[in-house]
């Protein structure tokens, strides 16, 4: 009696797995190809030899067989069942595989292509958001221009010309600091366009750090602060000149903004192998660790005032990663708080593309 159940159990088995295919097939249109076919009659076929082992178990079930009832005709009806069937649901998964393939294919390239969607979405969302901090960023500047020069034009006669001095310092301060944003904006928009090209060449360290340290002298000199040029004269990189200068100004106008008046900022360099390493140290007051991390990144855009009140957007060092980076260099920081921070930066020092 177990046997029979057993037979029972494995008919039903092959019975429900053939209605399925059968249903699935209708249902996705796949009933057509081969290979399903072919798995679909293998289980028909399988199905059937299992029903004429339960009639080898009941007599009267004798007269419901295909071929007849003799011992040599059930035998030929299991050879057709069992062997056509697992020949036929062989070669259905043989002709399967491809179909597989293709389709596990197909799924990582949708993966993959919904990954990258869903990457150009955050990009697009944190970008808007950027773009909505530096609206107001630039938007700030601009009132207290409009408002100090009002004040000035409207009630002139009340400044003493100590006042009306201080004034237009504060006007020029917030000029310099919206026109220094919007180069590094209009430098950024650059770097996001994929046709952007490189003017790649060897450049020699020491010209490029002198015309830096000269630029930002004047904002020096109001906080009293010492420049050190220690770059070699023998110091090179490969890398696009209008790039790098913009890296270095973001660089040393960051190290005057947060160091105290009467401050030190230096610059060296050294060399090692096909690299040059630049160097901008300051003594300032330095940076925490939370905020390190922070840095370099769009979507944490970080910014705070500098020692004498200065303005920033922190544009100025994503901008400097971005450059650095199409410029197969990189850039690295070292900073304790309240004693100053160390920003490195490595570029070739020869052609390597």
Not at 204 to 223: E, M, P, R, V, Y
Not at 281 to 302: A, C, M, P, V, W
Not at 329 to 343: A, C, H, P, Y
Request: with cysteine; net charge negative.
């Amino acid at each position: 009696m177990d046997i029979i159940l057993l037979e029972i159990i494995r008919a039903a088995f092959f019975g429900l797995i053939f209605v399925f295919m059968v249903y699935k097939g209708r249902k996705v249109n796949i009933l057509k190809q081969r290979g399903w076919i072919f798995i679909v009659l293998g289980f028909g076929l399988l199905f059937f030899g299992s029903l004429i082992d339960i009639t080898d178990e009941f007599s009267e079930l004798a007269a419901y067989v295909i071929i007849g009832p003799t011992p040599l005709q059930a035998i030929l009806e299991k050879i057709i069942g069992y062997t056509f069937g697992s020949f036929s649901l062989f070669t259905g998964f043989i002709l399967w595989i491809p179909i597989i393939l293709e389709s596990f294919e197909l799924t990582q390239k949708l993966k993959k292509a919904y990954h990258d969607l869903d990457q150009k979405i955050n990009e697009i969302r944190t970008k808007n958001q950027f773009f909505a901090i530096l609206a107001h960023d630039l938007r700030n500047p601009f009132a207290a221009i409009i408002g100090t020069t009002s004040m000035i034009k409207e009630d002139s006669d009340s400044f003493s010309k100590d006042e009306i001095l201080a004034l237009i310092d504060d006007v020029y301060n917030s000029g310099e600091n919206t026109y220094f944003l919007l180069e590094n904006l209009l430098a950024w928009s650059k770097t996001q366009m994929d046709d952007i090209k490189l003017d790649k060449k060897i450049l020699k360290l020491k010209d490029l750090t002198n015309g830096i340290l000269k630029h930002s002298k004047l904002s020096a000199q109001l906080k009293g602060i010492t420049f050190i040029n220690d770059v070699s004269n023998d110091d090179t990189v490969y890398a696009d000149e209008e790039m790098i200068l913009t890296v270095l100004r973001n660089l040393v106008t960051n190290a005057v903004k947060f160091t105290n008046e009467g401050g030190t900022v230096k610059i060296y360099s050294d060399h090692n192998g096909d690299h040059s390493r630049i160097v901008v140290e300051d003594n300032g007051i330095g940076i925490n660790k939370d905020t390190l991390g922070r840095l370099f990144n769009i979507d944490s855009k970080f910014s705070s005032n500098g020692t004498a009140g200065e303005r920033g957007t922190g544009l100025g060092l994503i901008l400097c990663k971005e450059f650095l980076s199409k410029n197969n260099g990189d850039i690295s920081v070292e900073s304790t708080s309240g004693k100053g921070s160390r920003f490195i930066v490595t570029l070739p020092s020869k052609a390597i593309d």
